[in-house]
């Protein structure tokens, strides 16, 4: 039986063998990212945890391209690398893949040290052919639904239930909404937005997602 300890072995012997990326040798690689898909960040911190998420993803690209050594196929970092999934879940209830498989590609030039750098050439190739794409998502934030829920109120002069139970439901009729706009942004449908309906139950329990 596998347990959990001898899973993480596994693992870690798939990160040994595999190239690590640093600090030092990944930020080169971040640079180029960076330009390539126009990434902004707002400050200095977020642009660290940006690279320390870029770091843990190119090692997490080059583990799982160690295991499927010789199998003729390539997973290569995508234009989310620089985030950490299940933060990004958290925040805005969607879930997000960092890498993607390129199936079957010629490996037969590449070494070992260089399936980085191929990944590299293939980001550039694919962000020539994807020219339209625009790196601003706007997404709600779930973390900071309270606020965002006064503001709306606010905004749209909208008055607080007497029932308590009443009020938890607007609110989380009001966050399920939330996350049908981020998730309609996501995937770049931006014709629903946050009208005077935001916080209206329209089924029994539909208020949860
Ligand atoms: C990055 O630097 C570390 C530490 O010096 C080294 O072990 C690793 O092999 C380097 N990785 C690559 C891809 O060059
Ligand atoms: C390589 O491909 C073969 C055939 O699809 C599969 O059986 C094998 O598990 C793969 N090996 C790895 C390391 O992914
Ligand atoms: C609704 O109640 C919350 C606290 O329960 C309060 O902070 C907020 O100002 C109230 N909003 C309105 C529009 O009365
Ligand atoms: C965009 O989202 C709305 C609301 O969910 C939906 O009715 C519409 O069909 C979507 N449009 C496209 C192009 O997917």
Same mark, same amino acid.
């Given at each position: 039986?596998?347990?959990?300890?001898?899973?993480?072995?596994?693992?870690?012997?798939?990160?040994?063998?595999?190239?690590?990326?640093?600090?030092?040798?990944?930020?080169?690689?971040?640079?180029?990212?960076?330009?390539?898909?126009?990434?902004?960040?707002?400050?200095?911190?977020?642009?660290?945890?940006?690279?320390?998420?870029?770091?843990?993803?190119?090692?997490?690209?080059?583990?799982?391209?160690?295991?499927?050594?010789?199998?003729?196929?390539?997973?290569?970092?995508?234009?989310?690398? @620089?985030?950490?999934?299940?933060? $990004?879940?958290?925040? &805005?209830? +969607?879930? %997000?893949?960092?890498?993607?498989?390129?199936? /079957?590609?010629?490996?037969?030039?590449?070494?070992?040290?260089?399936?980085?750098?191929?990944?590299?050439?293939?980001?550039?190739?694919?962000?020539?052919?994807?020219?339209?794409?625009?790196?601003?998502?706007?997404?709600?934030?779930?973390?900071?639904?309270?606020?965002?829920?006064?503001?709306?109120?606010?905004?749209?002069?909208?008055?607080?239930?007497?029932?308590?139970?009443?009020?938890?439901?607007?609110?989380?009729?009001?966050?399920?909404?939330?996350? @049908?706009?981020?998730?309609?942004? $996501?995937?770049?449908? &931006?014709? +629903?937005? %946050?009208?005077?309906?935001?916080?209206?139950? /329209?089924?029994?329990?539909?208020?949860?997602?």
């Amino acid at each position: 039986m596998l347990t959990y300890d001898m899973l993480a072995v596994i693992f870690l012997i798939n990160i040994v063998n595999a190239d690590i990326y640093t600090v030092e040798n990944a930020t080169r690689l971040f640079n180029f990212f960076k330009t390539k898909y126009n990434k902004m960040y707002k400050n200095k911190l977020e642009e660290k945890n940006s690279l320390r998420n870029f770091i843990d993803n190119l090692n997490k690209v080059a583990a799982l391209n160690e295991k499927v050594k010789g199998n003729d196929t390539l997973y290569v970092i995508n234009r989310y690398a @620089d985030m950490d999934p299940e933060d $990004f879940d958290q925040h &805005y209830a +969607i879930s %997000l893949k960092t890498y993607e498989n390129e199936g /079957k590609v010629d490996l037969t030039n590449i070494g070992g040290q260089d399936i980085l750098r191929n990944t590299m050439e293939k980001i550039r190739n694919k962000v020539e052919k994807d020219e339209d794409y625009s790196e601003s998502i706007e997404l709600y934030d779930l973390g900071n639904a309270n606020n965002l829920y006064k503001q709306y109120m606010e905004k749209f002069g909208k008055k607080n239930a007497t029932k308590k139970y009443d009020r938890t439901v607007h609110f989380y009729r009001f966050v399920k909404t939330l996350v @049908d706009i981020n998730r309609n942004h $996501f995937k770049g449908n &931006y014709t +629903i937005a %946050l009208d005077d309906n935001a916080d209206i139950v /329209k089924e029994p329990y539909e208020y949860f997602y």
